[in-house]
């Protein structure tokens, strides 16, 4: 059962997009947890993640583990990454 839940739907500027993630940081420092579903976010924002599951088409998981690791992961897999 959920006893809390904030739902955001397509914010539309990034700055937005940049206070909203700020937000769910600050609720997850509450020791609540935060799910979220972002396309492409702007560094800046990627940065406000703690903890990914980025998953490819088809809903297989293509990494699931700390953000600082995550480019680390990609790039011993031949991914050119950019930052």
């Known amino acids: 059962m959920i006893d809390r839940c904030v739902v955001v ?3 539309d500027t990034a700055t937005a ?3 909203v993630a700020g937000v769910l ?3 997850a420092g509450l020791g ?3 799910v979220t579903v972002i396309h492409q976010p702007r560094s800046e924002i990627f940065q406000e993640f703690d903890d990914l599951i980025l998953m490819v088409p088809g809903g297989q998981v ?3 583990g700390a953000r600082e690791d995550a480019i680390q992961y990609f790039l011993t897999q ?3 990454v950019r930052i």
């Open 9 to 11: 739907n397509q914010i």
């Open 17 to 19: 997009a940049l206070k």
């Open 25 to 27: 940081k600050t609720i």
């Open 32 to 34: 609540l947890s935060v």
């Open 62 to 64: 293509a990494f699931i």
């Open 78 to 80: 031949g991914f050119m």
